[in-house]
């Protein structure tokens, strides 16, 4: 162990956790910190979330880019949902359907998010709670949004099913991408009732939304934000992550964090400030920062934008200020959820965290060296767009709101450690686990 880590936690195993008591740890989560989930919204949506029928080509389910094998997400920088054979890593362009391009943003990991302090979703925070509004959002659909949503985490399932590049597949090749292509996505005949349909259509589902919802063991149709809501259900109840050794601790078992952990959370909390964006029980302010994580692939722009880069919040709020900033994301089981960044431009945690410590000098020493992207084939080549053009890279270096502050080997020993004391291996795997079939008999992602 390096002398000034070594020092630091025999001061700590000395005197107990007493030099830790004066820091400004969270309060330990509690049930009423969750949503409510019934088991038998949870079973649906358990079968909905792994079921390839909600995809326009019915071969595609949320837990291809989402899978607990994975940390809840895909292993890659860059997912590939459409035109993709494979899972995770091992996944590969399908030859006889490649994809146009790669998705733009890392696939996040599902940990806690039905925690209700959670009120805006995905890395630019696109789907908002406001409750100004009458479905109860911000989202993209503006006041086309339909009601029935449960929750954010409900509504965020929107937009992949209705994605060319995630789920819907392209114009010529199923109803659903054409009900999108022609911005038909609401109503009947849009592609959320399509969807609806081929599920309520298919045996078995009905009975298990029968049993979920009591107004439709009444007679009510299933709707499209039934589905959501069901698969919002499982997430949250299949992912709830409190039950690391650092919640443990929280709850006053002071020997439940190692002395190199101790150690790291005192730099966490301390004189490292790390805690000042990764705050609260889950270790995130909910906010969004411009951090200069290198972009690679296609960006996040319109079809009518010609520029290839990524300007994060900024295409939410139209603020110039919040160019380049992304959502701070939870470490709950960070040292399962590889790789790093909201582009996953770093294989390796504790590359990330030097790098993200150093952000500017990082960016410019950036080569995507171990970047971790699916199997390429010529067709793709092209699609990506590393961030070297000369004024986009400066324009990204001059958003970054932290001073470079490189860490020594020493503090990113204990600082590995104290991220390793999130871990809550339980909620890694889940309860229910990954189902043996789905009533449609598609086959799944293993």
């Known amino acids: 162990m390096p002398r000034r880590l070594l020092a630091l936690a025999l001061l700590l195993a000395a005197n107990g ?40 080509n019915r071969n595609i389910a949320c837990a291809t880019c989402h899978h607990p094998t994975l940390g809840t997400s895909d292993g890659l920088a860059l997912g590939m949902g459409e035109g993709g054979l494979g899972l995770g890593p091992a996944r590969v362009v399908d030859p006889a359907n490649p994809p146009e391009e790669f998705i733009p943003r890392n696939a996040p990991a599902l940990f806690n998010l039905g925690a209700h302090e959670i009120t805006a979703l995905f890395h630019d925070g696109r789907i908002e709670k406001d409750p100004s509004r009458p479905h109860g959002f911000r989202t993209p659909m503006g006041a086309d949004m339909e009601t029935g949503f449960s929750g954010v985490l409900s509504a965020q399932t929107m937009f992949p099913v209705l994605s060319p590049s995630e789920m819907a597949g392209h114009v010529h090749e199923n109803d659903i991408a054409k009900a999108v292509r022609s911005g038909r996505i609401t109503g009947p005949g849009g592609a959320w009732d399509l969807i609806a349909r081929r599920v309520a259509e298919t045996k078995g589902y009905p009975a298990l939304f029968a049993a979920a919802y009591p107004d439709i063991r009444q007679g009510r149709a299933i709707h499209f934000t039934d589905i959501s809501n069901a698969i919002a259900g499982f997430m949250a109840a299949e992912w709830r992550a409190d039950n690391a050794p650092f919640d443990a601790y929280l709850r006053g078992d002071k020997t439940a964090l190692s002395a190199e952990a101790l150690a790291g959370m005192q730099l966490f909390y301390g004189e490292l400030g ?3 964006c990764h705050s609260g029980a889950l270790l995130t302010d909910h906010s969004f920062h411009a951090m200069g994580v290198p972009q690679l692939g296609p960006g996040k722009h319109a079809d009518f934008e010609n520029h290839r880069r990524d300007l994060g919040r ?65 067709h793709l080549e092209d699609a990506l ?16 709101e932290v001073e470079d502050r490189p860490l020594s080997e020493s503090d990113l020993t204990a600082l590995m450690a104290f991220l390793e004391s999130l871990t809550d291996s339980g909620a890694i795997t889940g309860t229910l686990g990954i189902p043996v079939a789905v009533p449609s008999g598609l086959p799944l992602d293993k």
Do not use: W
């Open 385 to 400: 767009y590393p961030l070297t053009i000369k004024e986009d890279r400066a324009a990204l270096l001059a958003a970054i």
């Open 314 to 378: 900024m295409r939410v709020t139209g603020q110039a200020s919040d160019a380049y900033a992304f959502r701070t994301p939870s470490l709950r089981n960070v040292t399962a959820t590889a790789p790093y960044g909201h582009t996953g431009a770093y294989a390796e945690l504790r590359s990330f965290l030097q790098a993200h410590s150093a952000p500017r000098a990082a960016l410019q020493a950036f080569t995507g060296d171990g970047v971790k992207l699916a199997a390429l084939t010529d």
């Open 17 to 56: 956790a007493s030099a830790a008591d004066d820091l400004p740890l969270p309060a330990p989560l509690r049930d009423a910190d969750f949503m409510a989930v019934s088991a038998a919204e949870a079973k649906l949506g358990h079968l909905l979330f792994y079921d390839p029928i909600l995809s326009g």
């Open 274 to 276: 790390c805690a000042s």
